[in-house]
């Protein structure tokens, strides 16, 4: 029976709880480490104990994200017996079979304690000079002779710890740095020294450290009078040549890195240098995959049949709407996020789907990966086409032409408030301009078209799934689906606030309230095809520089809407806007900008600098009163200003 | 936006960073590999 020898008392700190966790985690890792040197440091990774004590459901915890919590609070309480490392991300920590926290890393500790186990004195073998051979030769001779052979007497060796079935065994492989590229040796092999020694004298040789190996040639021992020992050929040792350190790197043309730096160093200052090379190795080894921000190898990326994207797309299309990978995972392979493999069947999952692009497209975020297919109704009612939304919102990619950023706060944390245009009102929009850029995920596959947002209305209790469309060609971006939340509790000229959340995709939204209020504003009456003032009693505060109200804009009531072909052309829009918001003077009509924003937003949208570069940027019919700023004159076209 | 290097990894160099891939048994985001790669490229040019 395997008995452990010189078992310590080891002292955990922490709580009871963290004390029992901290003393079975030792117990483990001493078991894993039972053949190692008493000071030989050994390391687990936090994720490898996590998995090992909740597979075995320790302290009832099954969930592997309140066991990690709980694991490193454990170890990190007793600093004594656990060192705490993390490298690449990695928690680890390490502490040695006598229950001391190891504190030399571990490159530089002997690891063979056995020299000092079984011969205290040991020291390097040195190989004697020629004239030195012989004087030992001879003090051998006469040493044998005169006291019978001797053998030292061995220490017993210490009996291991634990058997190794014993040892917990991760499912996954803890990430190990490779051991560093041994110098090769150029030097010849060196010739075994001959010594000639008489037959009957061999000498007994104390264990020791086998540094230098002596073969022994066995001679008569006559020949060792007759013959004169002979001058060995002593070959001189060849320095090892250790390849030559390169420390300084060209990354490109007078960019060169100094390999010495620390790690954190390097990335703060070649990053991107760094991270150029990199891509342009993995991108062009078909090894390497990725899906978003993660890499893989394609021969460990788990496989889809034809049969299981059918079944995928079959349950988005019964869900009704986009689904998330863990939905997919959990409802069709019954696959639970504490389990081992889960990072890896998720990323084979998302992997395989972005590459059948005809049946799936990702609309998800970084924290939450979100799928849909064809078939799947539309987010949002638009009242216009979404090429046609896009095409409106096109002048938002042009920096010049948006509005400065209407955010609040700092990233992550960011609020914004935002006046509802009529444009945006009656198709339930939002612009993806620069406020919303960032304020909204960023795509995460290059070839992402849109995300879906959820947006908790605070204020009603209810979630708004909306769907934001990123800009691409001649398209600008813009956020549908909110149309239900705006026409059910707001008017144009309302003011909405909304927040960041500590998910990317998800956001609230609510709007000012105000007193209760009943006010006549602009309607588009689908009935009769005609704008109509009409009363409404709503209780949202509202911009009034931007409602629409029949004592601004009373020209416009009972007008019809401009034809496609008319409202695609920005002069024709703006034309239409003066003269139901100037004031008429003569043959031409005058406003100021703060007047024409609300009404010209009702065709199609612009931001104030867009409509300051159209009315400022050579069509003639537009001109600007020198005498007051953001006030500008119209004169239709065949009227004498041509 | 990255700067373009001129340094492209050799064989070796992807293989250690495959190998490593491998033995971490799951993917790995990519600042994770930046880092791995950093410390291989040490490795490899005996900076380390």
């Keep these: 029976m395997v008995q452990q020898l010189n078992q310590q008392t080891i002292e955990f700190e922490g709580t009871d709880q963290e004390q029992a966790v901290a003393g079975e985690i030792f117990n483990l890792m001493r078991m894993f480490g039972f053949s190692y040197a008493a000071n030989r440091p050994i390391r ?89 051979q012989a004087a030992q030769q001879q003090a051998s001779n006469r040493a044998a002779e005169a006291n019978p052979l001797q053998l030292p007497t061995a220490a017993p060796l210490p009996l291991p710890t634990a058997a190794s079935a014993a040892r917990p065994v991760a499912a996954t ?24 020694v008489p037959a009957a004298a061999k000498p007994t040789t104390p264990m020791r450290p086998a540094e230098v190996e002596v073969a022994v040639e066995v001679v008569e021992a006559a020949s060792v009078v007759a013959t004169p020992i002979s001058e060995p050929e002593r070959v001189a040792p060849e320095p090892v040549t250790a390849p030559e350190a390169v420390r300084e790197l060209e990354l490109a043309p007078d960019v060169v890195a100094d390999l010495s730096l620390p790690t954190n160093q390097l990335l703060s ?16 080894d078909s090894r390497f995959v990725n899906f978003a921000n993660e890499w893989y190898l394609e021969e460990m990326t788990g496989r889809y049949s034809k049969g299981d994207l059918r079944r995928i797309r079959e349950y988005i299309l019964e ?91 700092e990233p992550g944390k960011y609020t914004w408030e935002h006046i509802l245009t009529f444009y945006e009102y009656e ?94 504003l602009l309607f588009w009456d689908e009935r009769r095809q005609k704008f109509v003032f009409r009363p409404i009693i709503f209780a949202c505060a509202i911009n009034k520089e931007e409602a629409l109200t029949p004592d601004r804009y009373s020209r416009i009531d009972g007008q019809k809407r401009l034809e496609e072909s008319e409202r695609k052309r920005t002069d024709f829009v703006l034309a239409n806007a003066f003269e139901y918001a100037g004031q008429k003077q003569g043959d031409t009509y005058y406003t100021l900008l703060d007047d024409l924003y609300p009404i010209a937003n009702i065709e199609r949208p612009f931001s104030r600098n867009y409509l300051r570069s159209l009315l400022t940027s050579g069509n003639n019919q537009f001109r600007v009163d020198e005498t007051t700023p953001d006030a500008f004159f119209y004169k239709p076209a065949g009227q004498g200003r041509r | 936006m990255d700067e373009n290097s001129t340094l492209t990894p050799t064989a070796e160099q992807l293989e250690k960073l495959a190998e490593w891939l491998r033995r971490s048994g799951r993917p790995q985001s990519a600042d994770t590999l930046l880092r791995r790669y950093i410390e291989i490229l040490k490795e490899t040019n005996n900076a380390k």
């Design chain 1, 269 to 284: 200052e070649y990053g991107s240098y760094f991270r150029s090379s990199l891509l342009k190795g993995i991108a062009s």
């Design chain 1, 319 to 409: 869900v009704g709407g986009p689904v998330t990978d863990a939905d997919i995972l959990a409802d069709l392979y019954n696959k639970r996020t504490n389990e081992g493999d889960y990072t890896p069947t998720r990323f084979a999952l998302d992997y395989r789907l972005a590459k059948e692009k005809k049946d799936f497209e990702f609309v998800g975020t970084v924290d939450e990966r979100i799928w849909t297919t064809a078939g799947v109704p539309a987010i949002g009612a638009t009242r216009h086409k979404a090429a046609e939304i896009g095409t409106d919102y096109k002048y938002l990619e042009d920096p010049n032409l948006v509005d400065s950023n209407e955010l609040k706060g």
């Design chain 1, 44 to 132: 687990q990774t936090l994720p490898n104990l996590v998995q090992y004590l909740s597979e075995h459901k320790f302290q009832g915890i099954e969930n592997a994200e309140e066991m990690t919590g709980l694991v490193d609070k454990a170890l990190t309480a007793s600093p004594k017996v656990f060192r705490r490392e993390e490298e690449n991300g990695i928690v680890a920590f390490v502490t040695t079979k006598v229950g001391i926290a190891a504190v030399i890393p571990s490159e530089q500790v002997d690891h063979h304690s056995f020299r000092t186990r079984l011969y205290a004195d040991a020291k390097p073998v040195v190989t004697p000079t020629p004239a030195e």
């Design chain 1, 173 to 196: 492989v803890a990430p190990t740095t490779p051991a560093k590229a041994a110098p090769v040796p150029t030097a010849a092999p060196k010739k075994p020294e001959t010594v000639a």
């Design chain 1, 427 to 520: 198709n339930g929009v939002l612009p993806y301009d620069v406020s919303a850029k960032a304020l909204f995920p960023k795509l995460l596959q290059e070839d992402q078209k849109s995300v879906i947002l959820r947006f908790e209305a605070t204020q009603l209790g209810v979630v708004y799934n909306a769907e934001l469309r990123y800009p691409s060609g001649n398209r600008g971006g813009w956020i549908v689906g909110l149309e239900s939340f705006f026409s059910d509790n707001l008017v144009p000229g309302a003011i909405l606030v909304v927040r960041q959340t500590n998910r990317t995709n998800q956001f609230t939204i609510e709007y000012k309230q105000g007193e209760e209020q009943e006010a006549r």
